[in-house]
């Protein structure tokens, strides 16, 4: 008898377990169907950031008692809202805006933090953002970022950003961008 209601009890949670799965499966369809299927979108703009003079595009906020001293400018942070065009000119079309903070975070070496999202405000993405956060070793030839989310078209992405100076003077850095993100 004891062994016919152990049985029994068996086969019931594994009936309820069975369609707890079928229930997370059907939801799970469900939200890739209204997602629509995973993409791959390549990207590829110049990113203006201009430091000083009356169009400057990033203002220092903060810094540190010894970010003067310091030969990599420790603890400074920077406010940018810096145009993003297609080409390397700065009168190239303008495809939207690089929004955020970069944050010099070594003591050592030329490193900044990035926390950056960029706008899009033209073309297929217009009204889309990525959001991209990391290291940026800004004086190496290619620095990578991870790219972390978006919104729009870029809903749920995920990818990477390669960056390369372009060019740089004392007022203006232009740095090239190409993107890659997973996105639905």
Avoid: W
Avoid at 35 to 42: A, C, F, I, Q, T
Avoid at 130 to 159: D, T
Avoid at 162 to 182: G, K
């Amino acid at each position: 008898m004891a062994m016919k209601g152990f049985l029994a009890a068996t086969i019931t949670v594994s009936a309820v377990v069975l369609l707890v799965i079928l229930q997370i499966a059907e939801v799970e369809a469900g939200a890739k169907t209204k997602l629509g299927r995973e993409k791959v979108s390549h990207l590829h703009f110049y990113f203006h950031d201009i430091v000083a003079g009356q169009n400057a595009t990033a203002v220092q906020v903060a810094s540190a008692p010894m970010t003067k001293s310091s030969p990599t400018g420790f603890g400074s942070v920077v406010v940018m809202d810096d145009c993003l065009t297609e080409g390397p000119e700065v009168t190239s079309k303008v495809v939207g805006r690089a929004q955020g903070i970069y944050v010099s975070s070594s003591q050592e070496n030329f490193h900044l933090l990035m926390a950056s999202t960029f706008v899009f405000e033209s073309g297929k993405y217009n009204g889309s953002t990525l959001a991209m956060i990391g290291k940026n070793a800004a004086l190496e030839e290619v620095r990578e970022m991870p790219i972390v989310g978006g919104s729009g078209l870029f809903r749920l992405a995920q990818g990477y950003a390669l960056a390369r100076t372009h060019s740089i003077d004392s007022t203006t850095a232009v740095v090239e961008y190409n993107v890659t993100v997973l996105h639905y």
